[in-house]
């Protein structure tokens, strides 16, 4: 396989006068491409104008532009192998069962605002049978790869990579990273476990241990992020907001 792209090396091999860097990104919520520019731009992208605008107010916890829903707490988040492929279960189920059902039940939000974008074939295969159980055919599911290139309101990222002691592959690709954090306009909602993410022996530089530590202290953000571990953890913000609905702000809740 072809490890460089045309464009990277022509890069390599073009003087500086003859690069220009395009500096100014229209897609991207701020509160996202500030992760995007800071940690594969060294800070040099910024934001055109109406960005801000590109807020999306939804119920928490999909309030922040940037959710991470962290499976580390969780009794099995652990990865399977598929062939010479992976796939996650947990993380499978997070996205069908918690994530998607609370975005549907928004009016704001369309079946065709949503993209699950995942790095690995098995998990594709797994996510598309788990959405045709729940009827949710029409939301699309793309590998990493296929989804160069496009854009969308919502990204759902599967890291699915989840394993103690085993390097994370091909996640360790800045080209590639770069390609899933920067598709969303509004929402940029990860699911993995921070964890092996963030564990040395698990990356094959200590670039990308860097890289996912910051991800994870993006998301906790409280500006701009939210990082909820575990499904209960989730339940419970769900159950704090239906609770928050039955009352106006001001009433009083007698027990």
Same mark, same amino acid.
């Given at each position: 396989?072809?490890?460089?792209? !045309?464009?990277?090396?022509?890069?390599? /091999?073009?003087?500086? $006068?003859? &690069?220009? =860097?395009?500096? +100014?990104?229209?897609?991207?919520?701020?509160?996202?491409?500030?992760?995007?520019?800071?940690?594969?731009?060294?800070?040099?992208?910024?934001?055109?104008?109406?960005?801000?605008?590109?807020?999306?107010?939804?119920?928490?916890?999909?309030?922040?532009?940037?959710?991470?829903?962290?499976?580390?707490?969780?009794?099995?988040?652990?990865?399977?192998?598929?062939?010479?492929?992976?796939?996650?279960?947990?993380?499978?189920?997070?996205?069908?069962?918690?994530?998607?059902?609370?975005?549907?039940?928004?009016?704001?939000?369309?079946?065709?605002?949503?993209?699950?974008?995942?790095?690995? !074939?098995?998990?594709?295969?797994?996510? /598309?049978?788990?959405? $045709?159980? &729940?009827? =949710?055919?029409? +939301?699309?599911?793309?590998?990493?790869?296929?989804?160069?290139?496009?854009?969308?309101?919502?990204?759902?990222?599967?890291?699915?990579?989840?394993?103690?002691?085993?390097?994370?592959?091909?996640?360790?690709?800045?080209?590639?990273?770069?390609?899933?954090?920067?598709?969303?306009?509004?929402?940029?909602?990860?699911?993995?476990?921070?964890?092996?993410?963030?564990?040395?022996?698990?990356?094959?530089?200590?670039?990308?241990?860097?890289?996912?530590?910051?991800?994870?202290?993006?998301?906790?953000?409280?500006?701009?992020?939210?990082?909820?571990?575990?499904?209960?953890?989730?339940?419970?913000?769900?159950?704090?907001?239906?609770?928050?609905?039955?009352?106006?702000?001001?009433?009083?809740?007698?027990?």
């Amino acid at each position: 396989a072809i490890s460089t792209s !045309l464009f990277e090396y022509l890069q390599e /091999i073009l003087p500086e $006068s003859h &690069k220009v =860097l395009l500096n +100014i990104q229209h897609r991207m919520h701020p509160n996202i491409s500030r992760f995007v520019s800071e940690t594969f731009y060294d800070g040099r992208i910024k934001d055109g104008p109406n960005t801000k605008e590109k807020a999306l107010r939804l119920n928490p916890p999909y309030d922040k532009e940037v959710i991470f829903f962290d499976t580390s707490k969780d009794m099995y988040p652990f990865e399977s192998e598929a062939g010479t492929s992976y796939c996650n279960k947990l993380e499978s189920q997070i996205i069908v069962k918690e994530v998607l059902p609370v975005l549907k039940e928004d009016n704001r939000v369309e079946s065709k605002d949503i993209a699950i974008v995942v790095p690995y !074939l098995a998990q594709l295969e797994l996510i /598309i049978s788990e959405l $045709s159980k &729940k009827n =949710l055919d029409d +939301i699309e599911v793309a590998t990493l790869d296929s989804y160069q290139g496009r854009e969308v309101r919502i990204m759902i990222f599967s890291f699915t990579r989840s394993s103690k002691n085993n390097n994370v592959g091909f996640l360790d690709d800045a080209r590639r990273l770069n390609v899933a954090f920067s598709r969303p306009e509004t929402k940029l909602i990860l699911v993995g476990n921070s964890e092996t993410l963030t564990c040395p022996r698990n990356h094959s530089d200590s670039y990308y241990t860097k890289l996912f530590e910051r991800l994870v202290l993006h998301a906790k953000g409280k500006e701009h992020g939210t990082f909820i571990s575990g499904i209960k953890k989730s339940d419970q913000l769900r159950q704090n907001q239906q609770q928050m609905k039955k009352y106006d702000i001001g009433s009083i809740h007698k027990g």
